[in-house]
C-alpha cells in the first residue's frame, strides 16, 4: 500500500518537527493542567467577567469549575487547534510541494513505482504524525491530570474530546495537503494552507465574540468541533466529528488523485 | 530492429511559442542518439514527457512499447535517468541520497554505485548541500547508472564537469554503448554528442529540425581555420586559392569541411607562422547546415 524506504526517510526527515511541537504542547499542556485549582479558576472566572469578549474570543467563556471545563476552555478551544495547525502547514508543504519545488521528486518519481502508490505514502505519513501527536497529548493530559488530581478527569469523555480533536486537525491537515499536491510551489502551497488556518480560527474567534458575526460561525470548519456535545455523547456532536473525519480523509484523496494525474514541471 | 523509445507528433504547448511541437523520432534498441539543440528549445520539455512528469497536449510517447505517463513505474524497472536540473534532498549527505535512490529503486545494495564513485573520483560523504554543482551531478551520474539499466536517458550530463571528468563521462557512455543500452543523451554541445552517439535529432524553438545519421552531421560540420602567414602578398595569394576565404592583413581564414586536406596542401606552399582552428557554434552550424530552409 504505501513505500516503506520513502516512508521511513519521511519518520527520519520530519522526526524533529514532530518533538519541537509535541514539547510545545507538552508544555502548555502541564502548565494548564498544573494550573488547576477550583479556587483560582474562580479568580479567573472574575477576570473573564471583566473582559468578556476576549475572553469569549479564545472560546474561554463558562469555564467551569471542573477539571474537564478547564482544560478543555483552555487548550482544546484554541491552543491545541491552532499549535498543530502550524505544524500541519509545514509537514504538508515538506511532503509534497517542496519536492516539486525544488525538483528532487524528479529522483523519487524516476523509481519503478506508481506516482500515486508515492503520493498516498505521503498522505499515510501525515495521517500517522497527527494521530502520534493527539496520542501523546491525549495521554500526557490524562497522566498529569491523574497525577495532580486523581479521579477529577473522566477518562471515557477525555478520550471522545480527543477524537473529536483528531478530526478537526484531519480535516485541516488534509486541506494543507491537497494545496500541496496541487501547487508546484512551495509559497503557495504554505500560503493557501495558512489562509485556510487562519481565516477558520479568526472566524470562530470572530462568531463566538457576540450576537453580531455569531452567523459565522456557520462559515467555519472549527463549528463542528463540538467539545461540549462529544461529552455530553449528543448524536449532532457524532455527526459534526464524522464529517470533518469524511471531509479530511476526502481532501486527502482528491489530493493524491490530483498529484498522480497532474503534470509535474520537474 | 525494434524503437525501445518511440515519440511519436507529440505537442506541448507551454503559449508564446515554447514548448515542443510536433516531435517525432525513435530511438532503436542498443542505439545512441544524441538530442541536440540550444538552451530552451525543449529539450527538457521532451525528456520530461518521456519521464511520465508531464502529459503531452497530443500524441503520444512509449517506451519499451509502454505509455510513458501510465505505465511509468513499469518503464523505470530498465530506466536510468539524470534529470537536468541538479536538485537533491538537500539535508541529506551524498551517500545517504544514494542508498536512497538505490532502496527506492528496488536494488539489492548498491548495484555498481561503487566502481562509478571510483571512476569519477567521488566522494559522497558530505551533505549535498555543501557540494559543488560538478560534485552534485557526480552523484546524478552514479544515481542513473547503478542500477546497470538497459536505458538511460541523460538530460546534459557533462554539465558542471571538468574537462577531465567529461571525458570520464564519455568513456562510461561508450563502455555502456558497448554493452548494448539504449541510451538518449541531450546536450547543447555537439562535440560530446559527436564522439558517443550513433544518430543526433536536432530541436529548434520547440520544433525538431532533422534527425541525421552522426556521420552526415559531421561531414556537414566546418571549421574555421585561421592561418598567419609571414607576409602580405602570401595572404592575399593564398586566400585567392582558396574559394570564400577572408583576409585580414596577413592572417586568412576560411570555413572548411571535408576538403581539409587539400587546404593543408595548399597551406603547405607557404610560410605558415600560425595557426588556428575554431569549430562552428552549434547556432553556426543549424544556420549552416539547414541554411536554405531556415532563412527566416
Keep these: 500500500m504505501i513505500n516503506t524506504t520513502l516512508f521511513k526517510k519521511e519518520i527520519k526527515s ?93 529522483y523519487i518519481l524516476a523509481v519503478p ?91 470562530q474567534m470572530l462568531a463566538r465574540v457576540g450576537d453580531k458575526f455569531e452567523a459565522l460561525k456557520y462559515a467555519t470548519p472549527l463549528t463542528l468541533y463540538d467539545v461540549e456535545g462529544l461529552i455530553a455523547m449528543e ?19 482528491v489530493g493524491c488523485t490530483a498529484f498522480s494525474k497532474r503534470n509535474l514541471p520537474i | 530492429m525494434t524503437n525501445h523509445i518511440e515519440i511519436d507528433h507529440i505537442t506541448k504547448d507551454y503559449g508564446q511559442g515554447r514548448g515542443v511541437f510536433d516531435i517525432t523520432f525513435q530511438v532503436q534498441k542498443g542505439e545512441t542518439l544524441g538530442f541536440l539543440g540550444p538552451n530552451g528549445a525543449g529539450k527538457t520539455t521532451t525528456i520530461r514527457q518521456l519521464m511520465g512528469f508531464i502529459k503531452p497536449d497530443s500524441g503520444s510517447v512509449s517506451i519499451l512499447g509502454k505509455d510513458c505517463f501510465k505505465e511509468a513505474d513499469f518503464i523505470e524497472k530498465s530506466l536510468g535517468y539524470l534529470p537536468g536540473e541538479i536538485a537533491f534532498i538537500d539535508s541529506m549527505s551524498g551517500i545517504e541520497f544514494i542508498r536512497f535512490i538505490a532502496k527506492m529503486k528496488k536494488m539489492k ?8 564513485m571510483e571512476k569519477f573520483e567521488l566522494n559522497p560523504s558530505g551533505k549535498i548541500k555543501k557540494m559543488s554543482k560538478g560534485m552534485k551531478q557526480k552523484i546524478g551520474i552514479v544515481c542513473a547508472f547503478m542500477q546497470d ?20 563521462f564519455i568513456d562510461l557512455l561508450l563502455q555502456e554503448k558497448k554493452r548494448g543500452k539504449t541510451i538518449l543523451m541531450s546536450s547543447h554541445i555537439f562535440e560530446e554528442v559527436e564522439k558517443t552517439c550513433d544518430r543526433a535529432a536536432i530541436i ?57 586536406d587539400e587546404f593543408i596542401k595548399k597551406a603547405g606552399a607557404y610560410t605558415v607562422v600560425d595557426l588556428n582552428v575554431r569549430t562552428q557554434s552549434l547556432e553556426e552550424f543549424f544556420l549552416h547546415f539547414y541554411g536554405g530552409q531556415n532563412n527566416d
Design chain 2, 204 to 260: 529548434r524553438e520547440g520544433r525538431l529540425v532533422a534527425v541525421e545519421d552522426m556521420e552526415k552531421l559531421k561531414s556537414g560540420r566546418k571549421k574555421i581555420v585561421e592561418l598567419h602567414l609571414a607576409d602580405e602578398n602570401m595572404a592575399a595569394s593564398f586566400a585567392r586559392e582558396i574559394a570564400g576565404s577572408k583576409v585580414t592583413g596577413r592572417s586568412v581564414s576560411a570555413n572548411v569541411g571535408l576538403d581539409m
Design chain 1, 14 to 106: 520530519n522526526y524533529i518537527l514532530l518533538l519541537i511541537f509535541s514539547a510545545v504542547l507538552t508544555v502548555y499542556g502541564s502548565m494548564i493542567v498544573a494550573m488547576f485549582e477550583p479556587k483560582m479558576s474562580e479568580s479567573l472566572k472574575a477576570m473573564a467577567d471583566s473582559m468578556p469578549e476576549i475572553f469569549a474570543a479564545f472560546g474561554m467563556t463558562d469555564v467551569g469549575t471542573t477539571l474537564m471545563d478547564f482544560v478543555t476552555g483552555y487548550l482544546y478551544n484554541m491552543l491545541y487547534i491552532a499549535f498543530p495547525c502550524v505544524f500541519l502547514i509545514i509537514l504538508a508543504n515538506r511532503l509534497v510541494a517542496k519536492y516539486v519545488d525544488n525538483g528532487s521528486m524528479a
Design chain 2, 149 to 168: 539499466p538497459e536505458i538511460l536517458i541523460l538530460d546534459e550530463p557533462t554539465s558542471g564537469l571538468d574537462p577531465l571528468m567529461q571525458n570520464q
Design chain 1, 235 to 253: 448524536r449532532n456532536a457524532w455527526i459534526c466529528c464524522a464529517v470533518l473525519y469524511a471531509c479530511g480523509l476526502l481532501f486527502l484523496a
Design chain 2, 109 to 116: 545494495g548498491l548495484g555498481r554505485a561503487e566502481s562509478l
Design chain 1, 113 to 203: 513505482e506508481k506516482r500515486r502508490k508515492i503520493v498516498i505514502t505521503q498522505a499515510v505519513f501525515l495521517v500517522c504524525c497527527l494521530f502520534i501527536m493527539v496520542a501523546y497529548i491525549t495521554g500526557l493530559i490524562l497522566f498529569v491530570s491523574h497525577l495532580m488530581f486523581p479521579k477529577e478527569l473522566n477518562t471515557a469523555e477525555f478520550l471522545r474530546v480527543n477524537v473529536g480533536l483528531l478530526g478537526v486537525l484531519v480535516f485541516i491537515g488534509g486541506a494543507c495537503f491537497l494545496f500541496s499536491c496541487l501547487f508546484n510551489e512551495t509559497r503557495l502551497s504554505t500560503g493557501i494552507g495558512t489562509g485556510i488556518v487562519v481565516y477558520s480560527i479568526l472566524a
